[in-house]
C-alpha cells in the first residue's frame, strides 16, 4: 500500500475538537514590461517607472472618482504609502489585505496562480462577496480564501464550503481537482503548516520525499509524540491510547495516533450476498443466517509527516504496525474481527487519495461544524463545542497550567460563562448570532469531515465470504447522537442545527426579491382577467387573477356547500409573474418551492443515448398555470413536453392569457385528457420516444391524490411501457394530517411494489412542515437510488450534476438533502 502523496496530513476524528461534531471578479494584475521583457509574475517585488506609476494610479483614482493631488517621486520602486490599498492592488489584483498576503506570498514562491472566479458558478460567488477564489495552475487546485468576518452580513453561508467541496469532487463540470478553503484565523494560527502544505500539494516545488521502507515503525512516548503533532498538524496534538512514529534512522518523520479498543457488535453472515434485481426477487429470496459477531474498532485519530515532507506508504507501514502489536496483545490470533475509524479534514479536500490507496470507504460526511472568530484577536478561533475548552472566565491554578504544559496538550479557546449563560436562554440561532456579534465574534464554518472505515486487511481478505459489505457492516453499528449529544447549551444546540439543516438554499438573490414582492401583494387589489366553468365540475369555475408587480394565480373555485363533502372553496393551481415590459410569463420566477424540487428531480433524469445527446423528454399530469414546464424548458431548452390536463378550463386559461407563447416553447403541447385514459388507450410507444421524467401534479376537489391514479395496473404500464430505460417518476403529495399520511403510505406501497423498494424515495420540499407541506415520491426504473455509508438516501451527486448541466439559478443540492426512504 503506498500513502497518498498529495498530503502529509490526516485529521482524525479528534477527541477535542471533532469530537464536537461526530466580485471581484479576474482583475489582473498589473506589471510592467521593462525593455520589452515579459514581466516574471514570480518576482517578489515589481519596479514601475514614474510615467507607469501616474498613469496607473491615475486611472485607478478616475475608476473611484476621486481627485487628489499626488506628489509622486522619481524613485522607480512602487512604495505602499504612497496611496492607501492601491499596492495590494497593483500587486495582487485585490484589495483583501489577508488575500493580498497569500498572494505576494505565492508569487515570491514562484507558485503560478490566476483568479477563478468566472470559473464557479456565479450561484455561489453571489453569496461569498469577501472571499477569493485563485486556480494554483500547476496542480488544478482551486484556493479559497476566507477573511475574517468583521459582521454577521460578511459570514459565508454554513452550507457554502461544503458545496463547493462536493462540486470539485464529484462533478465532471468542474475542472479543479480539489478545492482547498484557508481561513485567515488559521493562516494566522498555523502559519508555518498552512505554508508548508501549500508548496506541497501546488506542486511547486518537489516536497522532501521519504520512503517507507527505510524506516521503522514503531510505538513510542506520548511526550514527544504531542510535541511533533503540535508542530506538524494543522489541528494539534490530542489525547490518545497508542502513539506511533516512522523513525528515519533516529530522526522521527511522522506520526500516527490510535484510540483504546471499543467493542462493537456488528451483524455478519456466511453466504456471498449477490444483488437482487427486481424481476429475479421472487425466485432468490433466501434467508441469510445472520449473527452478531464482536469487532475490535479503533480510531486513527492524527496522522502526519513532517510539514515540509512526504513519506511515501507511511500511513500504510504504521497501520500494518498497528494492527500486528493489536493482534499480539491476543496471542496473534488473526481471527479476531478488526476495524479501524477515522476522519479526513475536507477544508482541505474530499478524502478521494485515502479511498485510492488505502483500504478505506467513506462511509458519511459530517454536518458543517459553527465556530466564531473575532477580528480583533487576529489568530484566534473560538470554539463552541468539544473536550478541552478554556472560557475566557475560567481561574486556573498554576498546577493546572503545569499539567496542560508538560501533556503537550494546549486548551483550546472557548466563550466567556457570560455568553454561554446568555446563550443557554435562546433556541433561535438568529438571536445566537447575534448575541455572539454583541461579542465582536461572528460565525466561520468548514466544509465537514469526511467518516471513513475500513475493514483490517487481514479480515477482508480471509474472511470475504462471511462477512457483509463494509458499508452494511458499518450500517448495523453505526453512531447514533442525540440532538444534544455535542452540547446542552439551546443556544449552541440552535446553532448546530441551523448549520446542518436550517441554514437557508443558495439561491441566486433575485428569487428572494421576487419571493418579497409576492407577498407585498394581496388578493383583495386583485383583478379577475379570466373565469370559466370547470369541466370537472359544474358548480365550479377556473380563475385567472392579477395583482399588482405582474403577478397572476390560477386557481379552482367552488362555493361551500352542504349537499357536498368539500370544504375547499378555493384551491391554488400555481402562481407565476409576468413582465409588464414584454407581457411574457418569466419562467425562472418560481414562488412555490415543491414546484423547484420536482424541477431539479426531473432533471436528474439520464438520456438513454449513450453519450447523452438525445434531447430529454417530459410527460406531465396536470398542467396547471405552466409552471413546472415553462421552468423546465427553460433551462433543457431542447427538451420535449407534453402535458395532459384533465380539466379543459385549464387549458383554455393558458390560450386565453397567453401562459406560454409559440415561439417560446414550440416544443410543448397540451391535451385536454384524463391520465388514465392517456396511458390505458394509448398506443404503444417507441423506445426513443418514452419519456425520460413523468411528472405527476394531479389532486381531485378535496385536495387528496386520486387512488386510480396509485393503481397496480396503472403503475405498471407507466414502467413498462411509457418510461424510458432511465427515466424518474416524479409525483407530487399534499402532507400532513392522518388521511393525507395514509395516502402517502399506500401511494408509496404501491409504487415500491411497482418499481422496488430501493428504488423510491420521498423528497420534502423546503418550505414543509411537520403539519403540512408537500412531498415529493421518486422513483427510479433503471436502478436503485444511491445511499451513502449510512445507509441513508444521497441525491447530492446528481442534483450537482443538475445544476451545473442546466445551470439552474436555485439551490440544487438543498431541494435534496432531505431525501428519506420513509413518509
Known amino acids: 500500500m503506498t500513502d497518498v502523496s498529495s498530503t502529509n496530513e490526516n485529521n482524525g476524528s479528534n477527541n477535542t475538537f471533532q469530537a464536537s461534531r461526530t466580485n471581484l471578479r479576474g482583475m489582473h494584475r498589473l506589471v510592467t514590461i521593462h525593455e520589452g521583457r515579459k514581466p516574471d509574475s514570480r518576482a517578489k517585488y515589481q519596479y514601475y517607472s514614474t510615467d507607469d506609476m501616474r498613469r496607473i494610479i491615475l486611472i485607478l483614482l478616475h475608476l473611484s472618482g476621486l481627485a487628489l493631488s499626488l506628489a509622486l517621486s522619481s524613485t522607480t520602486v512602487l512604495q505602499t504609502a504612497t496611496v492607501a490599498r492601491p499596492a495590494s492592488i497593483i500587486e495582487t489584483g485585490t484589495s483583501n489585505p489577508y488575500a493580498s498576503q497569500v498572494l505576494r506570498w505565492l508569487d515570491s514562491e514562484g507558485i503560478s496562480w490566476k483568479f477563478a472566479h468566472d470559473k464557479i458558478p456565479v450561484l455561489w460567488t453571489n453569496h461569498c462577496k469577501t472571499s477569493t477564489f485563485v486556480e494554483l495552475e500547476k496542480s488544478s487546485i482551486l484556493l479559497h480564501l476566507i477573511p475574517t468576518p468583521k459582521s454577521l452580513d460578511e459570514s459565508l453561508p454554513p452550507t457554502l464550503n461544503r458545496k463547493l467541496t462536493e462540486w470539485t469532487t464529484l462533478t465532471s463540470s468542474s475542472s479543479f481537482r480539489k478545492v482547498i478553503h484557508l481561513h485567515e484565523d488559521i493562516w494566522i494560527h498555523k502559519h508555518d503548516i498552512c505554508k508548508a502544505r501549500l508548496l506541497v500539494q501546488s506542486l511547486a516545488k518537489a516536497p522532501k520525499r521519504i520512503f517507507a521502507r527505510k524506516t521503522t515503525a514503531r510505538r513510542f512516548n506520548a511526550t514527544n509524540a504531542r510535541a511533533f503533532l503540535t508542530a506538524n498538524h494543522l489541528w494539534g496534538a490530542t489525547k490518545a491510547r497508542y502513539y506511533y512514529g516512522l523513525f528515519l534512522k533516529e530522526e522521527l518523520v511522522a506520526v500516527a495516533t490510535f484510540s483504546k479498543c471499543r467493542k462493537v457488535q456488528r451483524m455478519c453472515n456466511y453466504t456471498t450476498i449477490n444483488n437482487i434485481t427486481n424481476q429475479q426477487q421472487d425466485d432468490n429470496q433466501q434467508q441469510l443466517q445472520l449473527y452478531n459477531e464482536t469487532f475490535h474498532s479503533y480510531e486513527l485519530i492524527r496522522y502526519c509527516s513532517q510539514k515540509d515532507s512526504t513519506v511515501v506508504g507511511g500511513i500504510s507501514k504504521l497501520l500494518k504496525q498497528f494492527v500486528r502489536d493489536r493482534q499480539a496483545d491476543h496471542n496473534n490470533n488473526n481471527n479476531i474481527p478488526m476495524d479501524i475509524v477515522t476522519m479526513v479534514d475536507r477544508d482541505w479536500g ?235 410569463v418569466e419562467p425562472e420566477i418560481v414562488i412555490q418551492e415543491h414546484l423547484k424540487t420536482m424541477a431539479v428531480l426531473s432533471l436528474m433524469a439520464e438520456s438513454d443515448d449513450a453519450q447523452d445527446k438525445k434531447d430529454l423528454r417530459f410527460l406531465h399530469f396536470g398542467y396547471g398555470a405552466g409552471t413546472l414546464v415553462r421552468l423546465l424548458a427553460h433551462h433543457a431548452s431542447n427538451s420535449q413536453h407534453v402535458a395532459v390536463e384533465l380539466d379543459q378550463a385549464v387549458v383554455d386559461a393558458a390560450t386565453v392569457t397567453r401562459m406560454h407563447h409559440d415561439d417560446e416553447l414550440p416544443n410543448v403541447s397540451i391535451i385536454a385528457q384524463d391520465a388514465i385514459q392517456y396511458v390505458q388507450a394509448g398506443t404503444t410507444i417507441p423506445p426513443h420516444e418514452r419519456f425520460d421524467s413523468i411528472c405527476i401534479d394531479v389532486f381531485d376537489e378535496n385536495n387528496f391524490v386520486p387512488e386510480t391514479l396509485y393503481a397496480t395496473s396503472f403503475l405498471q404500464r407507466l414502467r413498462k411501457e411509457v418510461l424510458a430505460s432511465a427515466g424518474l417518476l416524479v409525483w407530487n403529495f399534499h402532507s400532513g394530517g392522518k388521511r393525507r399520511t395514509r395516502v402517502m403510505a399506500d401511494a408509496f406501497q404501491a409504487v415500491s411494489a411497482v418499481f422496488g423498494e430501493t428504488h423510491c424515495c420521498w423528497v420534502p420540499s423546503l418550505d414543509s412542515t411537520p403539519t403540512g407541506g408537500n412531498a415529493i415520491l421518486v422513483a427510479c426504473k433503471k436502478a436503485p437510488l444511491p445511499v451513502d455509508g449510512d445507509g441513508n438516501i444521497s441525491l447530492t451527486r446528481n442534483a450537482l450534476a443538475a445544476q451545473t448541466k442546466y445551470n439552474l439559478s436555485f439551490d440544487a443540492v438543498a431541494r435534496v438533502q432531505f431525501a428519506t426512504s420513509t413518509e
Not at 475566557?392 to 498546577?399: A, G, S
Request: glycine share 4%; aromatic share 8%; charged share 20%.
Open 350 to 584: 474530499a478524502a478521494t487519495g485515502w479511498e485510492a490507496s488505502l483500504p478505506f470507504q467513506t462511509m458519511s460526511i459530517l454536518d458543517p461544524l459553527v465556530m466564531a472568530v473575532n477580528p480583533n484577536e487576529p489568530g484566534q478561533r473560538r470554539y463552541l463545542v468539544g473536550a478541552g475548552l478554556q472560557h475566557d472566565n475560567d481561574n486556573q491554578d498554576e498546577e493546572v497550567q503545569r499539567r496542560q504544559r508538560q501533556s503537550g496538550l494546549r486548551p483550546r479557546l472557548g466563550l466567556s460563562k457570560d455568553t454561554l449563560m446568555d446563550l443557554n436562554n435562546l433556541s433561535n440561532p438568529t438571536q445566537a448570532y447575534q448575541r455572539l456579534a454583541k461579542d465582536h465574534l461572528y460565525p466561520v464554518f468548514d466544509a465537514g469531515v469526511e467518516r471513513l472505515y475500513m475493514l483490517v486487511p487481514p479480515q477482508q481478505q480471509q474472511q470475504q465470504a462471511a462477512f457483509l459489505d463494509a458499508k452494511v457492516l458499518w450500517q448495523t453499528a453505526k453512531p447514533k447522537y442525540t440532538t444534544r449529544y455535542y452540547s446542552s447549551n439551546s443556544g449552541i444546540v440552535s446553532l448546530l442545527q441551523h448549520a446542518a439543516i436550517g441554514s437557508p438554499p443558495l439561491d441566486a438573490p433575485f428569487h428572494a426579491t421576487a419571493m418579497k414582492s409576492w407577498r407585498e401583494t394581496t388578493a383583495d387589489s386583485s383583478e379577475l382577467i379570466f373565469s370559466q366553468m370547470s369541466s370537472m365540475d359544474p358548480e365550479a369555475t377556473i380563475e385567472v387573477c392579477q395583482r399588482e408587480q405582474g403577478w397572476r394565480t390560477m386557481r379552482f373555485v367552488k362555493p361551500k356547500s352542504k349537499s357536498t363533502r368539500s370544504k375547499v372553496s378555493s384551491i391554488y393551481h400555481s402562481i407565476y409573474k409576468v413582465n409588464p415590459n414584454t407581457g411574457r
